[in-house]
C-alpha cells in the first residue's frame, strides 16, 4: 500500500518541480569574449534602468574603465546635478568569468570593505558591437541595465536595433530612460540644449 501512495506523490513532485523550472526565466547571455583593452576607456551613458545609486544625476554621466597590473579595472563613474556640481564615484572591478572577461562584479564601496560579498555588484556585458562603439550592460536578474556608446549621441536607428537587442535578451525596453548627455550649467541651473 505504502509504494502505492510513494508512486504517485513522487509523479506529482516530479512535475511540479518540472513546471517550476520551466517558469524560470534563463539568464541574460553574455557575449562571447571581451578584450579588456579595446573595452577600457571612456563610455557615455545612452539610456539606463532608474536606479537609486544615479537619482542625483540629471546628465553628462560618463564611466571609464582602466586597466591595472593585477588584470582588475578601476572604474570611474561621473554625472552633472541638477544644482550643476559634478558627482564622481570610484570604484573597481574584476572579472568573474576569465574566459570570456564577460562577467565582471563591481564595488564602489571603500577597499576596506572589498572582503565582504555583498559589496560587489554583477555587471554583465550582455551585447558588445565588432568596433567597440556600442555595449549593454546588465544584470543576470535583469533589475539594472545600461545602454552605453563611445560618443555623446546615437543616431535613433542604432537606438531602437540596441532595444531589440535589449528585449531579446529579456529585459523591458520601457523601463529605460534616455541620458541627456548635453547638459550645461548656467547661472547656477541645469539646462538641456
Not at 512535475?15 to 573595452?39: E, G, H, W
Not at 544625476?57 to 593585477?70: E, L, M, S, V
Not at 576596506?112 to 568596433?131: G, K, M, R
Not at 541627456?180 to 539646462?191: A, T
Amino acid at each position: 500500500m505504502k509504494i502505492f501512495v510513494k508512486v504517485p506523490l513522487i509523479i506529482i513532485l516530479t512535475a511540479i518541480a518540472m513546471f517550476a523550472q520551466s517558469k524560470t526565466p534563463s539568464l541574460p547571455k553574455t557575449v562571447s569574449k571581451v578584450d579588456l583593452n579595446r573595452y577600457a576607456g571612456e563610455w557615455f551613458e545612452i539610456a539606463r534602468y532608474p536606479n537609486k545609486f544615479q537619482k542625483k544625476c540629471k546628465g553628462n554621466t560618463t564611466a571609464t574603465y582602466q586597466i591595472r597590473p593585477d588584470r582588475r579595472l578601476n572604474v570611474i563613474n561621473r554625472c552633472l546635478t541638477s544644482d550643476g556640481s559634478e558627482i564622481t564615484a570610484n570604484g573597481e572591478a574584476k572579472i568573474v568569468d576569465s574566459e570570456t572577461n564577460a562577467k565582471l562584479k563591481v564595488r564602489f564601496a571603500p577597499d576596506f570593505l572589498s572582503f565582504l560579498p555583498f559589496v560587489w555588484a554583477d555587471y554583465w556585458i550582455i551585447s558588445l558591437d565588432s568596433e567597440y562603439r556600442y555595449a549593454i550592460v546588465g544584470t543576470p536578474r535583469r533589475d539594472y541595465l545600461w545602454i552605453l556608446s563611445r560618443t555623446p549621441q546615437i543616431e535613433e536607428a542604432k537606438y531602437q536595433e540596441l532595444l531589440h537587442i535589449v528585449e531579446n535578451q529579456g529585459f523591458d525596453p520601457k523601463r529605460l530612460e534616455k541620458t541627456p548627455q548635453n547638459v550645461k550649467v548656467l547661472k547656477g541651473s541645469v539646462i538641456t540644449e
